[in-house]
T-cell receptor, first 114, second 112 residues
């Protein structure tokens, strides 16, 4: 079985500050890992994903994440927060085991203060 | 062109009614999903279809019945709606195995 834990249901940063959203996963098979963003009253948009290869993954809007197998982590970072980054962020894992379903974490709401 | 579309966007109905939500994707994908997002924003998979065949059924009450008339469409029919069914329902589609899933805009269902 797979699971995702996102540490911190709410994260608040100042505009221009570093954004760090934490994600730890559990998977019995090599995972595929995803970060999705959900703006208010909208669907989910893929920010970035890790499948195989390079462990540092760059995504849209200046976000990146690093896959650390030894720590079972896939934390999301952005060097400088922008007001438009305020949204809900979801980490998700998929893998083999009979299905390719996405298992989501509970989400982290990012607030950016002026 | 919207890649994954859902109708309606909002659905308000009374307990006990039957309602349907429709999903269409124009990405040429073989696999489609239904997810439920509850009031705490938690997302959980409900169903998955691959080329019109049911692949995943995640212990969802049998009041929920997905139907896939063709691989571009996956509809969700809900019988005897209950208060606890109030949620946002997202459709998603996927090309090859373990590829990115593309999500629709969601349908906000409110059961009164």
């Amino acid at each position: 079985a797979q699971s995702v834990t996102q540490l911190g249901s709410h994260v608040s940063v100042s505009e221009g500050a570093l954004v760090l959203l934490r994600c730890n996963y559990s998977s019995s098979v090599p995972p595929y890992l995803f970060w999705y963003v959900q703006y208010p009253n909208q669907g989910l948009q893929l920010l970035l994903k890790y499948t195989t290869g390079a462990t540092l993954v760059k995504g849209i809007n200046g976000f990146e994440a690093e896959f650390k197998k030894s720590e079972t982590s896939f934390h999301l970072t952005k060097p400088s927060a922008h007001m438009s980054d305020a949204a809900e962020y979801f980490c998700a894992v998929s893998g083999k085991g009979g299905s390719e379903k996405l298992v989501f974490g509970k989400g982290t709401k990012l607030t950016v203060n002026p | 062109d919207t890649a994954v579309s859902q109708t309606p966007k909002y659905l308000v109905t009374q307990m006990g009614n039957d309602k349907s939500i429709k999903c269409e994707q124009n990405l040429g994908h073989d696999t489609m999903y239904w997810y439920k997002q509850d009031s705490k924003k938690f997302l959980k998979i409900m169903f998955s279809y691959n080329n019109k065949e049911l692949i995943i059924n995640e212990t969802v009450p049998n009041r929920f019945s997905p139907k896939s008339p063709d691989k571009a469409h996956l509809n969700l029919h809900i019988n005897s709606l209950e208060l606890g069914d109030s949620a946002v329902y997202f459709c998603a589609s996927q090309g090859t195995s373990r590829d990115t899933q593309y999500f629709g805009p969601g349908t906000r269902l409110t059961v009164l």
